[in-house]
C-alpha cells in the first residue's frame, strides 16, 4: 500500500522486541530501499546479513540496492555470493545480469539470462531484458523474438510492448510499431509512450498527429517536472520532446537543467542512447546531434 512510515514503525517496534530478528530488519531495508533511503537500506542489509552471513536473499536485496546506488561492482560482488550460495536463484543471477548492462558488459548480460530463462522458460521479466540487451545490441530480430515471447506470456506486459514497438521503430517497421505504442498506450496514458507514438507519426509525415501527442506528452512531463525537479530522468525526457516538437531552445534550457539539478552518470548515458534512436530515425537533425555532442562531452570529462 505504499505507507511507509507505518511500516517503519511496525519494524521499528518488531526489532525492538527482538533485536536479532534478520527477517524484520531485512524487510525494513527493503522498505528503505523502496523509498531510496539507501544508506539506511545498507545498514540493515549489512546488520541482517551479519546475524547470518549466508542469508541469500538478504545478499541479494543489498546487490540490487547497490546496483540502484550505481555502485556496480559492489553490487556483482553480492549477486556472486548470492549465487554462489544458491547456484538456481534465478532472480540473483537475472539482476546481475541487469547490472552487467548497465555497465555495458553485454555478452556477459546475455548469459546470465540465458541462465535464469534456462532455470525458469516462463520467466517473462528476464526474456523480456534479454530483447532489451539485444536491442541495445542492435540485434533487433533476436530483441524481437524475446519481447513477442513475453508479450505471449502475459498480454498485458506494458514495457515488453513498448520496447518491441521501439524495435519496430529502428526497423521502420511503422505500422507494427503505431499498432503496439497504441497498445500501450490503451493500457496507460503515459508521457514516453506518446513520444513514441509521435516518431511514428514524425516518420510517416503526419506531423498533425505527431504535434498532438507531443503536445500531450510535454502537458504530462511538465507536471512530473513540477512536482520533483530532480527527477533527470523525466526532465531529459521534457528536454527530447522539445526537440522532436521543434523547440530547440526549450529543449536546450532542459537538458541544461537536468545537468545542474545533479544528473548522473548513468541517466546521462541513458539520455544519449535516447538521442541516438532519435537520430537513427532522423539522421540530420540539426539539435539532436548537437545535445548529443554536448551530453558526450559532458561524460568524458
Known amino acids: 500500500m505504499e505507507q511507509y512510515s507505518k511500516v517503519i514503525k511496525d519494524f521499528d517496534r518488531a526489532i525492538e522486541l527482538d533485536p ?44 540490487e540496492t547497490y546496483q540502484e546506488m550505481e555502485r556496480y561492482d559492489d553490487a556483482i560482488k553480492d549477486f556472486n555470493r548470492a549465487i554462489e550460495l544458491d547456484p538456481e536463484y534465478d532472480w540473483a543471477i537475472s539482476s546481475r545480469g541487469e547490472t552487467y548492462r548497465l555497465m555495458e558488459r553485454y555478452e556477459d548480460v546475455i548469459k546470465d539470462f540465458n541462465r535464469a530463462i534456462e532455470l525458469d522458460p516462463e520467466y517473462d521479466w528476464a526474456i523480456a531484458q534479454r530483447g532489451e540487451t539485444y536491442r541495445l545490441m542492435e540485434r533487433y530480430e533476436d530483441a524481437l523474438k524475446d519481447f513477442s515471447k513475453a508479450i505471449e506470456l502475459d498480454p498485458e506486459y506494458i514495457w515488453a510492448i513498448r520496447e518491441r514497438g521501439e524495435t519496430y521503430l529502428m526497423l521502420q517497421r511503422y505500422t507494427e510499431a503505431l499498432a503496439d505504442f497504441n497498445r500501450a498506450l490503451e493500457l496507460d496514458d503515459d508521457d514516453w509512450y506518446l513520444y513514441d507514438r509521435a516518431l511514428v507519426y514524425l516518420a510517416l509525415k503526419q506531423p498533425e498527429n505527431a504535434q498532438t501527442d507531443l503536445n500531450r506528452a510535454i502537458h504530462l512531463a511538465r507536471q512530473t517536472y513540477n512536482e520533483n525537479q530532480e ?39 541513458e539520455a544519449i542512447r535516447d538521442l541516438d534512436d532519435f537520430l537513427r530515425i532522423f539522421p540530420q537533425h540539426p539539435g539532436a546531434t548537437a545535445a548529443r555532442q554536448a551530453l558526450q562531452n559532458l561524460k568524458v570529462e
Open 231 to 269: 527527477n533527470s530522468r523525466n526532465t531529459f525526457n521534457l528536454a527530447l520532446y522539445f526537440l522532436a516538437a521543434g523547440n530547440s531552445q526549450q529543449a536546450k534550457h532542459f537538458y541544461c537543467d537536468a545537468i545542474k539539478n545533479g544528473a548522473s552518470p548513468q541517466s546521462i548515458q
Open 20 to 63: 536479532e530478528d534478520k527477517l524484520a530488519i531485512a524487510r525494513r531495508g527493503e522498505t528503505y530501499q523502496e523509498m531510496e533511503r539507501y544508506d539506511d537500506a545498507i545498514k540493515d542489509f549489512n546488520r541482517a546479513i551479519e546475524l547470518d552471513p549466508e542469508y541469500t536473499w538478504a545478499i541479494a536485496r543489498r546487490g
